[in-house]
């Protein structure tokens, strides 16, 4: 995708179980976002994480930011059936918004 | 607010036909962007407008794609003339221009051009 990676394309756990993705990005940023897409749909933000932060939590979310590794996660925690979907990272450069290839998460009951 | 809308939700054409796909932003929103997506090369930004003026349009693959903001409320992003490897959903999402905000997406267009 453009300027960006994200780690593992799938993932597969049951319910109970944390999930972790990974995201790489090249440019700089103002900050960085994760967005969730079921099937058919369109994106949902989750949680954003300015570039002078390091960690942020929302719920079951925790996302980390290492700007000097230009890398970011996203942990899900007690992963639940409903949280099956595509999750994406995004970083925002100034106004301009890009996607990494994003991550297919399966949470089996 | 309703939302990002956008339309048509499906669009089905012959390779070579003009196809234009519309959005409405959320109001109140200055910031506008235009998406596509596909398995093989996932979410890609095509343009994106900050007060309906375009700012940066280097993801729109070829001439054959135009995108317009003619006002606050309202985008087009047109295909003329259409090809197979068009065939996409194409999303639209909106914005504040301000430092860390999130974008808003519509529902999608899902084009498949024939």
């Known amino acids: 995708s453009q300027q960006g990676e994200e780690d593992p394309q799938a993932l597969s756990i049951q319910e109970g179980e944390n999930a972790t993705m990974n995201c790489s990005y090249k440019?700089?940023?103002?900050?960085l976002q994760w967005y969730r897409q079921n099937s058919g749909r369109g994106l949902v933000h989750l949680i954003l994480?300015?570039?002078?932060?390091r960690e942020k939590h929302s719920g079951r979310l925790r996302v980390t930011l290492d700007t000097s590794k230009k890398s970011s996660s996203l942990l899900i925690t007690a992963s639940r059936a409903a949280d099956t979907a595509s999750y994406f990272c995004?970083?925002?450069?100034?106004?301009?918004?890009?996607f990494g290839a994003g991550t297919q998460v399966v949470v089996t009951p | 607010d309703a939302g990002v809308i956008q339309s048509p939700r499906h669009e089905v054409t012959e390779m070579g036909q003009e196809v234009t796909l519309r959005c409405k932003p959320i109001s109140g929103h200055n910031s506008l962007f235009w998406y596509r997506q596909t398995m093989m090369r996932g979410l890609e930004l095509l343009i994106y407008f900050n007060n309906n003026v375009p700012i940066d349009d280097s993801g729109m693959p070829e001439d054959r794609f135009s995108a317009k903001m003619p006002n606050a409320s309202f985008s087009t992003l047109k295909i003329q003339p259409s090809e197979p490897r068009d065939s996409a959903v194409y999303f639209c999402?909106?914005?504040?221009?301000?430092?860390?905000?999130?974008?808003?997406f519509g529902q999608g267009t899902r084009l498949t051009v024939v």
């Open positions: 994480i300015r570039s002078n932060e």
């Open positions: 999402a909106s914005s504040l221009i301000s430092d860390n905000t999130e974008a808003f």
């Open positions: 440019t700089s940023i103002n900050n």
């Open positions: 995004a970083w925002d450069s100034w106004g301009k918004l890009q």
